[in-house]
């Protein structure tokens, strides 16, 4: 439901859905949790307006209530789990990737973010036997780091058919930061054809940070970010899906988060993030993962390796 049209909202015309949608607010949920003033302000129209679309939205989107545990529980019986490839990676997660929940990969250039992504782009597509989901990816790839060379070395490596893995990889090259928040609705038009069981975002701050630049500008960066991140947990959850996602550390000191291994997007991604992965890079093909925060494993890191075939131990 929280995919349903914005355009389906009582009081909301075609002109009122694209302000919305041009304001980064592409489906319900992200405006059941609006405060109206700032609704308001984003789209032009008056608080009034803005406080029924709200209402609507909540209604529609059905949020706000409780649920007693026994039902979270009965949803998180479903959770599936994605391998890295990786032995000791999957335990440092908790046997690997799980859905209805947002990975984060973060470190410098070069520590292996997006060899991980290819990995567990190959891996979702696997049969649940071998740790994968049978299903579909979607990537949206905002650098233009996609290598489908990569992607054939590393289904060979597991012995399957790389033609039919690359079939079953939907990649889209996001242009900017309102560009790449469409592409999340998109991706559920995709889901509705194929069964798209992992959706990655590399890099998921990139474009955030070329754009907002400036202490100015930091708080529509934020909001705009944190609105991006909820848009890719509906997702997760309605899919059932897996999100990984990329994040780069800030190289120099910026105006609030000054320490040079910090991950951009400070508090708002990590929030969203149900792990989050910090990234170094040690010897030759190796790579050191640390499990920075999670709501139920300890802090722990592991050495993997980044080699021809992919991601091993
Ligand atoms: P940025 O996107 O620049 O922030 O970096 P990243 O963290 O995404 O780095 P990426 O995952 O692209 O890692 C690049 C590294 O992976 C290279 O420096 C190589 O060490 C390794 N790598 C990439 N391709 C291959 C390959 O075909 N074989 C092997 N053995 N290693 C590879
Ligand atoms: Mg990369």
Redesign the pocket.
């Known amino acids: 439901m929280a995919n349903a049209n914005i355009e389906e909202l009582p009081g909301v015309g075609p002109a009122t859905a694209d302000k919305l949608r041009e304001a980064g607010y592409t489906n319900l949920m992200t405006i059941a949790v609006e405060s109206p003033k700032t609704l308001a302000d984003a789209c032009d129209i008056g608080e009034a307006t803005a406080i029924k679309i709200i209402d609507a939205a909540k209604k529609a989107a059905d949020v706000g209530g409780f649920e007693s545990g026994d039902i979270i529980f009965e949803r998180r019986k479903n959770l599936d789990r994605l391998t890295t490839s990786s032995k000791a990676f999957d335990e440092l997660l908790g046997h690997g990737l799980e859905s209805q929940a947002i990975h984060e990969f973060y470190?410098?250039?070069?520590?292996?973010?997006?060899?991980?992504c290819f990995q567990l782009a190959v891996n979702a597509t696997l049969p649940k036997e071998k740790g994968g989901l049978d299903g579909d990816v979607v990537i949206i790839d905002t650098?233009n780091?996609f290598r489908p060379e990569?992607i054939v070395?590393m289904a060979n490596a597991h012995g399957v058919d790389p033609e039919e893995v690359l079939k079953r990889i939907h990649v889209a090259r996001a242009y900017n930061s309102s560009h790449q928040m469409l592409l999340v609705e998109k991706a559920s038009d995709v889901s509705k054809i194929h069964p798209v069981r992992l959706m990655i975002v590399d890099?998921l701050t990139a474009h955030f940070r070329a754009e907002f630049v400036g202490r100015g500008t930091l708080a529509e960066r934020q909001g705009l970010l944190n609105k991006h991140m909820h848009e890719l947990l509906a997702f997760a959850e309605v899919n059932n899906a897996v999100i990984a996602v990329?994040n780069?550390v800030s190289a120099k000191p910026d105006a609030f988060f000054g320490d040079p291994t910090r991950p951009v997007g400070g508090h708002v991604v990590g929030h969203a993030s149900t792990y989050r992965v910090y990234?170094r890079k040690s010897k030759g093909?190796r790579r050191i993962a640390r499990l920075i925060d999670s709501p139920d494993r300890p802090e722990a890191e592991v050495v993997i390796n980044?080699?021809?075939e992919g991601v091993r131990d």
């Open positions: 470190g410098e250039f070069g520590s292996g973010k997006t060899q991980i650098e780091t990569r070395q890099s990329t780069q990234l093909t980044v080699t021809e």
